[in-house]
């Protein structure tokens, strides 16, 4: 079936089956930045926002279920060659080791710092434990985190130097 | 404009010891990494594997008639297709041969059994689940202690009369091989004479590595010339390329093996799975590209597992604590096949490093092989070969030992470490250890958690009725295989190329035979040859993963990249060097003999002010090469360690127990590593914090169970529990440095030592909090449920 999904601002014409997962959708639709990596949507690889507002598993549901909604994936957070603040900090901090959990990561960090813009290390970690990772041991990502938020809560333009 | 790193600000020239930030960062951070299921193809066609759910059985027929009915399924195989080919058995790294497809039988739960070709993958999935496949049941092996019993069934029908193997004779239809190392008479008579011994058991669960990206390859056979090209998640793709030649008698040269980025590894991307071979068997019959991307099921259940050893210990010592020899015995499941990723010459790897920190005169080891119901494996799990079996071991009887002795654990290691002066250091199980300072690390780890405080508050909480423990692991890890006189698979030596080509506007790219998962190369490599040739380190581009570009090495994994390629990377920049130098003596018209490298510049001796750059120099060896040198300035270098590295490290955890529900609490880790000169900090520091969770997994949460039938019972990741955030402790890392004196650049490898050195720690201290119970030792993975029921049955309240 046809259906028009809305990724990142611009609409993409899709040709799916009913069965169909958001997260084969996206990534038939070119952007391959979100990824796959468990089937039992333990992992939290395929992490995209819906909506502006809410971090969803793509594996979790069916493309034609995303018809109607907004979705940004980790190549809708960079403003052109400015990087989003929470892909800086993960940079800063090195908060990925071989890249893979890390676009995940980053939207389920987008939408717990939406909801809390300021958390404590124990809200960061309780707020990532959806998304997986096997190489950091999570240290550094709750830094990257720490570090967008007050980056995210200063003035545009100021540094933000760890 | 700075073109490869748009995002990041620049470097400048930084060399060693330098904290600076990743350059390969910029595409993961935008979502631009290109891993192998980013990889489409025209006309590429989608592959699904057909599992067996019975742990043994026969195959009494196998229908493919409706699978192939299904829309857009092209083919279905099955191993008499493969037959034809000479491809339904391959041979292992061990010297063993495995099935591809189920060739007459299954020998373990999801073997594959039938290969299906599709237009997408939906269809290759409906076209697998199509396949009707008819099963007998046989009898299964699940215990190894029950492998070799006269009775138990046979399971490599194949080989059953075969009573000699890879690794010498076999007593039984399903033993493999035993292996032994050490003087037995002598390490007993020592035993004998001991004024106190141990004796322990304990048990290295099967594991598997579990990297976020499952294993996947694309086979693209282009018959119009004749070239195949596989994109494959492989840590070793010249391995892997020079394999597949033997496999196919397709020649060399017209195979490339290209390794994409790769989403972890873990070891369990070295070997070649059955997935891989029929993925180019589809290519080459069907004339497409055919792809095919692991469900997490069939990377937990079908590919390379890890640990799995059974080990008994016995330890000497004098009263006073001081050790005097050691003998172990250990069972290895390694499955249906011998497929254990090891340097040939050791089917168990390197697991005679358990000796580990300690002076023992006399040890012997023996280790036997078994065939089991179960998939094949074995593989270095962030791990140097069977290293974290070995540290384990001596680490956790230490601690045996020490309560044996009623010694303090920590005292007892500082009587019988190796001492500074007694290095190059040849121990009893023949390898020479290359430096260390094991009192001094130790120290710095014990002030660091304050221990002599954390003694006192564990009495008084003792005292209280509160649960308290402290563990402690010292342990010296193997690593860089490795020198060519010992160390080959399956007769490739395991040396390690790097090539660096200089550009005239002094930029570069190099390469090595390696293939980074997260570890950095891209920067750590370019940071090397920053320190040599005082280049930029945003100048140099590190390129790994393509074998028609990259020189030829054995790749990473074993934490040996940067013992081998590592060294090599450091020996061609100093050979381009010495080419420079000649260049930059032309171009400050003095002789060779009067020029010397300061400040990363060549200058004229004793005159600071007479110097030429390396970009000048670049630019001159195209522009204005001296008469009668060849012009260019770029070189490959082969690098053949002289010995192997030993980096070890001292961990300290403390762990506060709930009475009432079991549950561990990991209060502080400090983890001190000692791995010679280190490159980058921040990125040591990272490789740090991700094996000391990989530990904490093992030690508390993973494990591949099977239950009687030989089901497995952790084939997703519900099952097979891997830490989140929330259970993963935070670490309190630091460092002792004692360069490796035959390194060039005194480096030793540091990626595997905290899996390695981590879980005794962790069990040390779950045990120490129970010892004045009577508990003496506890199997990982320590689950709450364990520890609920130990204390239940040592008669402790739950309030």
Redesign the interface.
Known sequence: MEITLKINGSEKKLSVEPRTLLVHAIRDAGLTGTHIGCDSSSCGVCTVVLDGKTAVKSCTMFAVQAEGHEITTIEGMAQGDKLHPLQQAFHDQHGLQCGYCTPGMIMAAHVLLQHNPNPTEEEIRFGLSGNLCRCTGYQNIVKAVQQAAQMLQQPAGAAADD | MAVQT???EPKGIQGLGKAI??K??????????N?L??INLPGMLYMALVHSPYAHAKILNIDTSEALKIPGVKAVITAKDLAAAGLSWIPTLAGDKQMVLADGKVLYQHQEVAAVYAET??AAADGAAAVQVEYEPLPVVVDPYKATAPDAPVLREDIKDQMSGAHGPRRHPNHIWTWEVGSKDETEKALAQSEVRIKQHMVYPRSHP?????CGCIGDMNKATGRLTVYMTTQAPHAIRTVLSLVTKIPENNIRVISP????G?GNKVPVYPGYVCAIVGSIVLGAPVKW?E???ENLTTTGFARDFHMDIEIGATKDGKVTAMKVYTLADHGAFDAAADPSKYPAGLFSICTGSYDFQKAYAQVEAVYTNKAPGGVAYRCSFRVTEASYLIERSMDVLAHELKMDPAELRLKNFIQPHQFPYPSALGWTYDSGDYEKTLKVALERIGYHELRKEQAEKRARGELMGIGISTFTEIVGAGPSKDFDILGIKMFDGAEIRVHPTGSAIVRAGTRH????HETTWAQIVSEELGLDVDKIIVEEGDTDTAPYGLGTYASRSTPTAGGAMALAARRIREKAKKIAAHLLEVSENDVEWVDKKFQVKGVPGKSVTMNEVAFAAYTNPPPGLEPGLETTYYYDPPNLTFPHGAYVCVVDIDKGTGEVKVRRFVAIDDCGTIINP??V???V??????GFAMAFMQEIAFDEQGNHLAS???DYL?P???E?P??ETGHTVTPSPHHPIGAKGVGESPTVGSPAAFVNAVVDALAHLGVRHIDMPITREKVWRVLRSAGIDAF
């Open positions: 748009p995002n990041l930030k990743r390969e960062d910029a595409r993961f951070i935008v979502g631009k990494g891993y299921d980013d993958r939906q579990a990297p976020l990206e499952p980025d790769i989403g972890g873990f991307v469900t997490r099921t998962q997260g570890q950095g921040m990125i520091e990272g490789q914090h991700g094996g000391l969770t990989e997703n990741f519900t891997l989140t955030a929330l993963t935070k670490w």
